[in-house]
């Protein structure tokens, strides 16, 4: 991998999206591919259960996802992007995230992760049975609470092992604070919360947000640096489920007061779900700079909304069409929606050829547009 890393088509990657995220090349169009953990396991035969008991089995399978995903996938990603494709930030030098899924923020606060052999950790069970349960939780230890020695274990260990080679990226805090509610309390006790217990719901969501500002400020100190582009993944916020009040009275105060604690920036804001609703009030977050616009979100009103503003739009796509044409017929009416505006094409956990053919067909037509990342 750090062979991989240092080829000049990588380093070339490398510094375009230096460029590419303070604007300075915003009429290319990367292309990249964000298949979740769980794919390349199944492909690789990795069993994840194991992955996640022992730091060299999770080095050793991390190292063949990452290889594997070079060698299926012709995209314009870098080697070290964190699987699920948020993370393709830090490239200043070839780089192993750990990521050990949304679970690792959840258990800090109590709430047991589960593993399985063929699908990514996923929450447990909420732990707050009643209201009055929140003033049993105390604020995460950076050391001891849920999987953070785990954390601390695997990061000393990958750290040895790869002597220098491939930078190590110790974990982040990236779940929004509706996410950890919503493991916390459970789905349908906390929508009852927003209407019954408001004051408890506020309480909750101050609660989560301290959490993390502390969690942060521990992290800086252990690692002797100040966290880079933030995030916030919220596949949570979801106006399938949350309405406009719900999110503009109990979710996005809390957001915005983690956007003035990383100094005015939330540098990517990710959600799976529909936003098309409160994509005015998600677009005036302080100093966001990239945000997803899932399959079920509107592209044209974001790109209404965000059209000569700096903030990237990252267009995911699924259910990729079977032929060229359709392929090229989709990505045309993608550009056509997001002009004027900074864009990523983005496919997650589609079938492997499937993803194979759309990188191939979506490069192809950049390039004969002239906004292509890379050659």
Same mark, same amino acid.
């Not at 690792?104 to 909420?126: C, I, L, Q, R, Y």
């Given at each position: 991998?750090?062979?991989?890393?240092? =080829?000049?088509?990588?380093?070339?990657?490398?510094?375009?999206?230096?460029?590419?995220?303070?604007?300075?090349?915003?009429?290319?169009?990367?292309?990249?591919?964000?298949?979740?953990?769980?794919?390349?396991?199944?492909?690789?035969?990795?069993?994840?259960?194991?992955?996640?008991?022992?730091?060299?089995?999770?080095?050793?399978?991390?190292?063949?996802?990452?290889?594997?995903?070079?060698? %299926?996938?012709?995209?314009?990603?870098?080697?070290?992007? =964190?699987?699920?494709? %948020?993370?393709?930030?830090?490239?200043?030098?070839?780089?192993?995230?750990?990521?050990?899924?949304?679970?690792?923020? $959840?258990?800090?606060?109590?709430?047991?992760?589960?593993?399985?052999?063929?699908?990514?950790? @996923?929450?447990?069970?909420?732990?707050?049975? =009643?209201?009055?349960?929140?003033?049993?939780?105390?604020?995460?230890?950076?050391?001891?609470?849920?999987?953070?020695?785990?954390?601390?274990?695997?990061?000393?260990?990958? $750290? +040895?092992?790869?002597?220098?080679?491939?930078?190590?990226?110790?974990?982040?805090?990236?779940?929004?604070?509706?996410?950890?509610?919503?493991?916390?309390?459970?789905?349908?006790?906390?929508? @009852?919360?927003?209407?019954?217990?408001?004051?408890?719901?506020?309480?909750?969501?101050?609660?989560?947000?301290? !959490?993390?500002?502390?969690?942060?400020?521990?992290?800086?100190?252990?690692?002797?640096?100040?966290?880079?582009?933030?995030?916030?993944?919220?596949?949570?916020?979801?106006?399938? @489920?949350?309405?406009?009040?719900?999110?503009?009275?109990?979710?996005?105060?809390?957001?915005?007061?983690?956007?003035?604690?990383?100094?005015?920036?939330?540098?990517?804001?990710?959600?799976?779900?529909?936003?098309?609703?409160?994509?005015?009030?998600?677009?005036?977050?302080?100093?966001?700079?990239?945000?997803?616009? !899932?399959?079920?979100?509107?592209?044209?009103?974001?790109?209404?909304?965000?059209?000569?503003?700096?903030?990237?739009?990252?267009?995911?796509?699924?259910?990729?069409?079977? =032929?060229?044409?359709?392929? +090229?017929?989709?990505?045309?009416?993608?550009?056509?929606?997001?002009?004027?505006?900074?864009?990523?094409?983005?496919? @997650?956990?589609?079938?492997?050829?499937?993803?194979?053919?759309?990188?191939?067909? $979506?490069?192809?037509?950049?390039?004969?547009?002239?906004?292509?990342?890379?050659?």
């Amino acid at each position: 991998m750090y062979e991989i890393a240092s =080829t000049p088509s990588q380093q070339a990657l490398r510094e375009f999206w230096k460029r590419f995220y303070v604007f300075q090349e915003p009429e290319k169009v990367p292309v990249t591919v964000g298949h979740s953990r769980w794919m390349y396991a199944e492909q690789l035969g990795i069993d994840l259960v194991q992955m996640f008991r022992n730091a060299e089995t999770h080095l050793r399978s991390t190292l063949m996802m990452m290889k594997a995903q070079r060698q %299926w996938f012709q995209d314009d990603g870098l080697v070290g992007a =964190t699987f699920g494709s %948020w993370n393709l930030v830090d490239h200043i030098s070839a780089h192993i995230s750990l990521y050990f899924g949304p679970p690792f923020d $959840t258990s800090m606060f109590g709430v047991e992760p589960v593993f399985a052999k063929d699908k990514d950790p @996923v929450n447990g069970k909420p732990i707050l049975k =009643t209201s009055d349960d929140l003033d049993e939780l105390h604020y995460p230890d950076f050391y001891k609470s849920g999987m953070m020695p785990l954390a601390h274990e695997f990061y000393e260990y990958i $750290t +040895k092992r790869v002597n220098d080679k491939l930078e190590v990226m110790f974990p982040r805090f990236i779940m929004g604070p509706w996410g950890i509610a919503w493991a916390l309390r459970g789905l349908e006790n906390l929508l @009852v919360d927003t209407y019954r217990r408001p004051d408890f719901v506020h309480k909750l969501m101050n609660f989560i947000t301290e !959490s993390r500002i502390r969690w942060e400020k521990e992290r800086e100190g252990f690692l002797g640096s100040r966290i880079h582009h933030p995030h916030v993944d919220s596949d949570e916020v979801d106006c399938g @489920v949350i309405s406009p009040r719900i999110y503009k009275e109990f979710i996005l105060p809390y957001e915005k007061r983690l956007a003035d604690f990383y100094g005015g920036e939330i540098f990517y804001y990710h959600s799976c779900g529909n936003l098309t609703p409160i994509l005015d009030s998600v677009t005036s977050i302080p100093g966001l700079k990239r945000l997803e616009i !899932s399959p079920w979100t509107d592209l044209k009103k974001a790109a209404e909304l965000i059209r000569g503003r700096n903030i990237i739009i990252q267009r995911r796509l699924r259910q990729i069409p079977n =032929t060229e044409e359709e392929v +090229k017929r989709l990505m045309e009416a993608t550009l056509q929606e997001g002009r004027g505006c900074v864009l990523e094409a983005d496919v @997650v956990d589609e079938p492997l050829e499937t993803s194979q053919s759309w990188v191939k067909v $979506t490069k192809s037509l950049m390039r004969s547009l002239g906004c292509s990342a890379s050659d």
